[in-house]
């Protein structure tokens, strides 16, 4: 992808995470999340080498901390679940700041939200120095089925063909003087969602026409090679091993 | 020589009851460029997906280049007939555009630098070959329409078959279309609303009406019909006169070779 059209969340610079080959990185995020999330509850210190860990990640992939900070208002919702936890938690009371908290709500809220974040960055980075071309060419190299990978294949391929119908849609209520406003609009959204549904179904349709006009017999063919080499399966594995590591020495000495 | 396509006798309906084609008698010889023109709900589009198997069943036969349209022929028909949709968002399907065209030929078996040197060949007959690693989502309307003949073209097709060229180009993407198409050298079916575009690019048209054809002449001279044009609702656009417009453009060339 030599020319400059990138999608949004992809970095493009040269870096060795940038090279690795996608089904590595894949493989390694998908590990390290789940290191993540079986560490055992009551040891904290396990956190702190994550985060070194994934900082090191940044570093090497040249990925900026400013920008990871912006991408993680994604987790905005998340975050707001974690918040009610100490609340709505039964179970012995803490006070903290004049409020009367729970304990083990405030200590579920912060193992969720730390595992929480950390997977958001481990993607964050994922996409950021991966091209969404590449990962999907990564889950076919690590065996996803046929069938899942063209269905993201084509999400990624019309997503903005489906948005812009969207909006025209949108253009055309309001140049009509809609303007949704109160509940009884939702069932003008609802219908034009509906409407929605059906044109994707029927270019759905059409598409597969004039897929099967050139010859499709039910697979995508692989054209890019990424094949990966031992070498690379090893750096991809740091990260994961290191999470591994540090999960097993926290339930160890638990 | 074979006639690029030959189509007898072919009817058909749709599941639903709908009689769409009555017995459309049609050949096409190797080279030539016709126009298929016709009113809406005329049958166009049926006929089209029966030049390649997509539909099929009824009455009739087709063949393409002496090979009939049937199940056991497919995978050879669809190579054989190459054909473009209209909407370019239908037919480019891949996240790239060198994907896309490589996806027919793929699909045929060509691997490695054999399918590579297909992908760009069929890139430069259209001028796209530096747009290869775009997304379909980043070209314009016109530029996406020239990928889509590209993607049929990676092919090698006995017959180009364009449904609605020239529809939401604007004027200079049309002019460019109709530049690449004229210098192509392949047998042109084009199903087309756009009168002025058939007389510039074929020299021959036929009329579908009601599921049968029911004029075949030159383009020039049934443009000239008036009787016949107005029976079958084709009308030339506003201060369109195919008089003037020959005697300022010859005629396009009657086809290679």
Redesign the interface.
Known sequence: ???G?HHHLYLDRASLIHRLPPQCKIAAVVLFVTAVVTTPRGSWWPYAVYVLALGAVAAAGRVPAPTILRRMIIETPFVLFAVILPFASPGPKTDVLGLTLSATGLESAGILLAKGTLGVVASILLAATTQ??DL?LGLQRLHMPQLLVQIM??M???I??VLGEMNRMRVARESRGFDARHVGHLKVVAQSAGALFIRCYE?GE??H?????????GR??V?ADARSSTGQWAMAALLPLVAVATTVAAWATL | MTASLVVHGLAFAYPDGHQALYGVDLTVARGERVAVLGPNGAGKTTLVLHLNGILGGGRGTVAVAGLPVTKEHVREIRRRVGIVFQDPDDQLFMPTVREDVAFGPANLGLRGPELADRVHEALVQVGMAEYADRPPHHLSYGQRRRVAVATVLAMRPEILVLDEPSSNLDPASRRELADILLGLPITILMVTHDLPYALQLCPRSVILDDGVIVADGSTYDLLCDDATMTAHRLELPFGFDPRSAMSVAPAASPSFP
């Open positions: 992808m030599s020319a059209h969404p071309r999907l294949t084509f990624f391929r019309y903005e063909v270019r059409r598409v026409l004039a897929m099967l006009s050139r010859g499709y017999t995508l063919p054209f």
